[in-house]
């Protein structure tokens, strides 16, 4: 069945590091993908998505692109600040719309 | 606007007990998701409603879990009775309309602890 893989944290930068994490999926056809993302003390809340091949998803600095080739969505942002200290879901909806599958989620720790 | 709406926020019970959550989605919004998380994994979706009937429900654990969304709008979900294994966070979403590319709103979600 479908599913989504995303890289294991946590993960520790200092302040403007350049940040990947990496989000490989499987799926029947071409599924949408997402990044959401979870502030702490906070509920979940889209980050930004690609709904086909070759998209570039793109929100607060960060990006992520679609590739069909690879079956990944990874996502990365050039320089990374305190306040992006969260955890990060990697996600995709079937072909139908109807099923949902999140990664297990990444924890971004970014530290002055 | 406001959020989603969710309660309780925290639940203890003992196994083989009767719990109940509520949802109160976006004005407007069409579609509701029922979302189960356990500790250390990403969410995994229970139910989905379209107005008041049911979109897809193929992971809902149907012989302990049941959910309802009367009159289209708020939404309850049941576990009746509980196992150990039901310990997790229970979230509620919504969107305005069904389709896989449409932005989910998350609530706060509800802590359920079985013991």
């Known amino acids: 069945g479908d599913s989504v893989t995303q890289m294991e944290g946590p993960v520790t930068l200092s302040e403007e590091a350049f940040l990947t994490i990496n989000c490989t999926y499987t799926?029947?056809?071409?599924?949408?993908l997402f990044w959401y993302v979870q502030y702490p003390g906070e509920g979940l809340q889209l980050l930004l998505k690609?709904?086909?091949?070759?998209d570039k998803g793109s929100n607060k600095g960060f990006e992520a692109t679609y590739r069909k080739e690879t079956t990944s969505f990874h996502l990365e942002k050039g320089s990374v600040q305190v306040s992006d200290s969260a955890v990060y879901f990697c996600?995709?909806?079937?072909?139908?719309?109807?099923?949902?599958?999140f990664g297990t989620g990444t924890s971004l720790t970014v530290i002055p | 606007e406001a959020g989603v709406a969710q309660s309780p926020r925290y639940k203890i019970i003992e196994k083989r007990q009767s719990v109940a959550f509520w949802c109160n989605p976006i004005?407007?919004?069409?579609?509701l998701y029922w979302y189960q998380q356990i500790l250390g994994q990403g969410p995994k979706l229970l139910i989905q409603?379209?107005?008041?009937?049911?979109?897809?429900d193929s992971q809902l654990p149907k012989d302990r879990f049941s959910a309802e969304r009367l009159k289209g709008v708020d939404s309850t979900l049941k576990i009746q009775p509980a196992k150990l294994e039901d310990s997790a966070v229970y979230l509620c979403?919504?969107?305005?309309?069904?389709?896989?590319?449409?932005?989910?709103?998350f609530g706060p979600g509800t802590r359920l602890t079985v013991l």
């Open positions: 409603f379209q107005n008041n009937g049911v979109v897809d």
């Open positions: 979403a919504s969107s305005r309309r069904e389709g896989g590319d449409n932005e989910q709103f």
């Open positions: 004005s407007g919004h069409a579609t």
């Open positions: 799926a029947t056809g071409y599924p949408s």
């Open positions: 690609a709904t086909k091949a070759d």
């Open positions: 996600a995709l909806s079937d072909r139908t719309g109807n099923q949902f599958y």
